[in-house]
């Protein structure tokens, strides 16, 4: 087949390195990887100059919320986030969604409500809730990439929070699908009726204790070794359970995510009041922040994804008990974590394998989140050493309520690509919706 488009850059991150290149791509996939010469005579090229050239990132942990909750947020505004932000296929979480995706048929009707809507290309999470184990493997057949479960109430009636009886039930009917899980336990939660009901931040970090995670990752820990099920450990929060994972590791099957909120703010600098930052698990220390960062760098962490759960501005209202918990962050992922790994001396290939290749590895992508022949051309052309303040104005999140509001990030998007097709240029959404619905191998 003949190459119909180039992509040509001085700095392109391949999974051999950062070197000068040209993308040839026939038919949305990436025919090869060349050298910074080898342009076919009469193809359009696309000169990326000195910017990056990176794989698209694939974020696996977005809660859409449609249908049932679109005025948080729906299919087209996230994903017209997503391509602004440089992702270019991201996994919906069940949750927050009416219904809830824990059945065959509450999948189709998300299906349903994403069709035509999408930017990027969009997979799905199911649920594990109690009671649904029988559901497990018909949607394993309709193509969820996995499952996710939480340990302590969600904040949704419609996605009810497992016990261990409960994950001893649906673990041994994976089938090699891996399980989410929010990791902290209710029995360490019980004081923040007494303490939150103010607007001190100091009050709500201390209602969601470190020991909530860490006895929750040391039950998951006993359950992957039992069962053998692959476990994922979402948003971690906590360095206090860095080293019960850094044993478990050696030789089960678990990964590791953190998220750009816990990268980028502290505890110390959260104003009383500021429930924008309101998440759980909670934004912990300066310290911790810095001790996630060192976990990184260890591969201790595997991916870094955004969490994005947005809401209505007036549910983040009250005190930290009745705010909601979420942050919205989908635009502004790649910048907030670049600007906190380029102090850090880290590498733009560190930041395509936390954002790229990394997540698609766990939702069982093989083409996607990397520059390598056979795979899709989703790609992201940004300049790291730009910076923009951010205005929430100009965000595409259905609301723009953000704890990075007036925040100075580097990094600036200026092209994405999906399958080669360019889905944002400068601040333009070219061309209808072009995004797939994703299925796993069933």
């Given at each position: 087949m003949p190459t119909d488009l180039v992509v040509r850059g001085r700095r392109v991150v391949t999974p051999g390195g950062v070197a000068p290149a040209s993308i040839l791509i026939e038919e949305g996939r990436i025919a090869a990887v060349g050298e910074w010469d080898d342009l076919p005579a009469g193809?359009?090229?696309?000169?990326?100059?000195?910017?990056?050239?990176?794989?698209?990132?694939v974020d696996t942990h977005v809660h859409v919320n449609e249908p049932g909750r679109t005025h948080w947020e729906g299919f087209e505004t996230a994903t017209r986030a997503a391509a602004a932000g440089g992702i270019t296929t991201l996994v919906d979480m069940p949750l927050n969604s009416i219904p809830a995706t824990t059945t065959r048929a509450a999948l189709r009707v998300k299906r349903e409500a994403a069709g035509g809507k999408c930017r990027v290309d969009v997979g799905f999470w199911g649920g594990v809730?109690?009671?649904n184990a029988g559901e497990i493997a018909g949607l394993i057949e309709d193509g969820v990439l996995g499952f996710k479960s939480f340990l302590v109430p969600s904040g949704v009636e419609e996605f009810e929070h497992v016990t261990e009886a409960d994950l001893r039930e649906a673990m041994p009917r994976l089938n090699g699908a891996v399980l989410l899980v929010h990791a902290e336990l209710p029995g360490f939660l019980g004081t923040c009726v007494r303490t939150c009901a103010g607007d001190r931040y100091e009050d709500y970090l201390r209602s969601r204790p470190d020991a909530a995670e860490i006895e929750a990752i040391d039950l998951l820990i006993r359950l992957c070794r039992e069962t053998g099920a692959r476990v994922h450990v979402v948003h971690l929060a906590t360095a206090e359970a860095l080293p019960l994972l850094r044993e478990a590791?050696?030789?089960?099957?678990?990964?590791?995510?953190?998220c750009p909120h816990y990268l980028t703010f502290a505890a110390e600098e959260i104003p009383d009041g500021g429930l924008a930052f309101k998440?759980?698990?909670?934004?912990?220390?300066?310290?911790?922040?810095?001790?996630?960062?060192?976990?990184?760098?260890?591969?201790?962490?595997?991916?870094?994804?955004?969490?994005?759960?947005?809401?209505?501005?007036?549910?983040?209202?009250?005190?930290?008990?009745?705010?909601?918990?979420?942050?919205?962050?989908?635009?502004?992922?790649?910048?907030?974590?670049?600007?906190?790994?380029?102090?850090?001396?880290?590498?733009?290939?560190?930041?395509?394998?936390?954002?790229?290749?990394?997540?698609?590895r766990l939702a069982g992508l093989p083409n996607k989140g990397a520059i390598r022949p056979g795979f899709d051309a989703d790609l992201v052309i940004w300049e790291p050493e730009a910076s923009?303040?951010?205005?929430?104005?100009?965000?595409?999140?259905?609301?723009?309520?953000?704890?990075?509001?007036?925040?100075?990030?580097?990094?600036v998007v200026r092209r994405t690509l999906l399958r080669g097709e360019t889905i944002y240029h400068d601040g333009d959404f070219p061309g209808p919706p072009a995004g797939r619905l994703l299925k796993g191998a069933g």
């Open positions: 193809v359009p090229v696309i000169e990326a100059g000195d910017a990056v050239v990176m794989p698209g990132l809730v109690p009671g590791r050696r030789h089960l099957p678990i990964t590791v995510e953190t998440c759980a698990p909670p934004i912990r220390s300066r310290e911790n922040r810095e001790r996630l960062w060192e976990a990184l760098r260890e591969g201790l962490i595997d991916l870094i994804v955004t969490d994005h759960s947005p809401s209505p501005p007036e549910l983040k209202r009250g005190g930290f008990r009745e705010a909601w918990g979420g942050i919205a962050s989908l635009q502004l992922a790649l910048p907030a974590v670049w600007t906190g790994a380029r102090a850090r001396s880290f590498s733009l290939a560190d930041l395509a394998l936390w954002m790229s290749g990394h997540p698609a923009f303040q951010v205005d929430p104005q100009a965000l595409q999140h259905r609301h723009k309520l953000t704890p990075y509001a007036g925040r100075t990030l580097d990094g």
